[in-house]
């Protein structure tokens, strides 16, 4: 069965009053999320600080989170599981941006590690 993965992208801080605390939710928010998301499949994930787009233009997105379950399953269960409520509870400590989420399969993978 092939890993599946939840990106949560974050978008770019354009508007006035628009935050988002990198120190916090590296800190402490995905804390919760991997104590929260561990018994549903979470296997790891990656957290990204966007500082442009291509050829140095300006990214329309802040920061992603792409986090890895072992099945789909696990990675849609999230919606509706208990777990969430905490992780859900935490975000305005952080942000008040609406992030964009994405499922998907990985079909293929390589690392050098």
């Keep these: 069965m092939?890993?599946?993965?939840?990106?949560v992208l974050y978008p770019a801080l354009k508007g006035e009053g628009d935050k988002f605390d990198l120190d916090y939710y590296l800190s402490t928010h995905m804390k919760i999320a991997r104590e929260a998301w561990l018994g549903l499949?979470?296997?790891n994930y990656q957290i990204i600080n966007f500082t442009s787009g291509a050829a140095g233009a300006e990214s329309a997105f802040s920061v992603a989170a792409v986090l890895t379950?072992?099945?789909?399953?696990?990675?849609k269960s999230?919606?509706?599981?208990?777990?969430?409520?905490a992780v859900?509870?935490?975000?305005?400590?952080?942000?008040?941006?609406q992030p964009s989420l994405l499922f998907g399969d990985v079909r293929e993978?390589?690392?050098k590690q």
Excluded: H, M, R, Y
């Design 88 to 97: 859900l509870a935490d975000v305005p400590n952080f942000t008040n941006v």
């Design 41 to 43: 499949g979470l296997i």
């Design 2 to 7: 092939p890993s599946s993965t939840l990106t």
């Design 69 to 75: 379950f072992d099945s789909a399953d696990g990675a």
């Design 78 to 85: 999230i919606g509706t599981a208990a777990e969430t409520k």
């Design 109 to 111: 993978q390589w690392s």
